[in-house]
């Protein structure tokens, strides 16, 4: 079995999907002897056997001197979280079976350098690989990961198959511990139950019991009546640190982006944008409320006056009149259950780096991929409003 150090991260959210992962690592070794001679090594990739499992270290860099052996971890985020300090005592326990000096890690990023102090950390490092190679492949749990991770259909089916109360969005522990006490212990005693739930849930039940219904039924099921949707405009805004660089418009099924490659643009292309979103006076669709949000803050940055732009957030739609039997209202997990699949395999947080790669390298295949990744975004925004016109009728 594979421990891959540095998705530990995942392995702390959800360990079924760390395990399932490791499955299609492949363990590439640059250091295979004893650690000896001083110098630079950059990007290394170092490996352990221990507990009948592989523990793997990649992508660092090691400075070398006489005495002493300092582990550098690139990073892209603000700051540092806990799962960092197990991260770096992971890389020195590693590297350490390889040398007898001194070691350091450092873990930086363009917003901090700092030196982990790894030897606090070690034996509960050292205690999750030991538990960890005792373990099976565990039952799914919701957790945050599942937004954006390739087996959650998998998860899905398998919870849905054991009627599992978890798959319903909103109860809480509290909530799921008063049903259990009721007697409510799967999917089917919700809709059996239903005064039960009324009881407990008040004016949230209807969502409750309609959701339990659609993973059940596994079916889209309309609880709350919904207005037909007027003909619009389709909105998707990618963004990198305080710069809102691509503007994506779905307009007559027409893909049009309003792309800014310097910061110094991002004034134009925002006017172009409000300009055409005028001239047509149509409702403007989005999925959650990222897109108003910045465009409100383009107003007040750049000290323009205020159009009149009529925003539908879909998500609210979603979220206060339709269940669906997924486990995120997200709009990659929605549109994906409806049969829309995305060309290339980003997702918002990716293209934030994937930009930030661009700007480096100036490569237009990375800037074909993020506009790909838009274009995608806005036509699934266009799928879901059309299952509300669907279900309005």
């Known amino acids: 079995m594979l421990f891959c150090i540095s998705k530990i991260r995942t392995y702390l959210f959800c360990p079924r999907k760390f395990i399932l992962e490791s499955k299609d690592e492949k363990v590439e070794s640059t250091i295979t002897q004893k650690i000896n001679k001083s110098g630079f090594l950059k990007n290394v990739s170092i490996s352990l056997e221990?507990?009948?499992?592989?523990?793997?270290?990649?992508?660092?860099?090691?400075?070398?001197?006489d005495n002493k052996i300092t582990i550098i971890s690139h990073r892209r985020g603000k700051r540092l979280y806990q799962y960092h300090y197990l991260e770096a005592a992971g890389y020195a326990f590693v590297v350490s079976s390889y040398t007898d000096k001194k070691i350091d890690v450092i873990f930086k990023s363009k917003y901090y350098r700092s030196q982990i102090p790894w030897e606090k950390h070690v034996n509960s490092f050292k205690?999750?690989?030991?538990?960890?190679?005792?373990?099976?492949?565990?039952?799914?749990?919701?957790?945050?990961?599942?937004?954006?991770?390739?087996?959650?259909?998998?998860?899905?089916?398998?919870?849905i198959k054991a009627k599992d109360l978890s798959l319903i969005r909103?109860?809480?522990?509290?909530?799921?511990?008063?049903?259990?006490?009721?007697?409510?212990?799967?999917?089917?005693?919700?809709?059996?139950?239903?005064?039960?739930?009324?009881?407990?849930?008040?004016?949230?039940?209807?969502?409750?019991?309609?959701?339990?219904?659609?993973?059940?039924?596994?079916?889209?099921?309309l609880y709350n009546p919904v207005k037909k949707l007027k003909p619009g405009i389709f909105l998707d805004i990618e963004s990198y640190k305080n710069f809102n660089f691509l503007f994506g418009v779905l307009y007559e099924d027409k893909y049009i982006p309003f792309l800014s490659l310097k910061r110094e643009d991002e004034k134009t292309e925002f006017k172009k944008l409000?300009?055409?979103?005028?001239?047509?006076?149509?409702?403007?669709?989005?999925?959650?409320?990222?897109?108003?949000?910045?465009?409100?803050?383009?107003?007040?940055?750049?000290?323009?006056?205020?159009?009149?732009?009529?925003?539908?957030?879909?998500?609210?739609?979603?979220?206060?009149?339709?269940?669906?039997?997924?486990?995120?209202?997200?709009l990659k997990s929605i549109a994906k259950y409806l049969g829309f699949n995305w060309r290339t395999n980003l997702n918002g947080n990716i293209v934030v780096h994937k930009f930030e790669d661009f700007l480096k390298t100036k490569d237009d295949k990375i800037l074909d991929e993020i506009l790909k990744y838009n274009e995608d975004d806005v036509n699934a925004t266009k799928l879901l409003f059309n299952i509300v016109n669907k279900l309005s009728d």
């Not at 507990?51 to 001197?65: M, P, S, V």
């Open 170 to 221: 909103g109860i809480g522990k509290f909530r799921l511990k008063n049903l259990k006490e009721k007697g409510i212990e799967k999917l089917d005693d919700i809709i059996e139950m239903k005064e039960v739930v009324k009881e407990i849930f008040g004016e949230k039940s209807d969502k409750i019991i309609a959701q339990a219904k659609a993973f059940i039924q596994k079916k889209i099921i």
């Open 50 to 65: 221990i507990y009948g499992l592989t523990l793997y270290a990649k992508n660092i860099d090691l400075k070398i001197d």
């Open 127 to 159: 205690n999750i690989i030991y538990n960890f190679s005792n373990k099976k492949i565990p039952k799914p749990i919701l957790n945050p990961e599942c937004k954006f991770c390739k087996y959650s259909l998998e998860c899905t089916n398998e919870l």
């Open 274 to 330: 409000i300009s055409f979103l005028s001239t047509k006076k149509l409702p403007v669709y989005h999925y959650y409320n990222y897109e108003p949000i910045q465009i409100n803050k383009l107003f007040k940055k750049y000290n323009l006056k205020k159009t009149n732009i009529e925003f539908v957030d879909l998500y609210k739609i979603y979220h206060n009149h339709i269940a669906i039997p997924t486990i995120s209202y997200s």
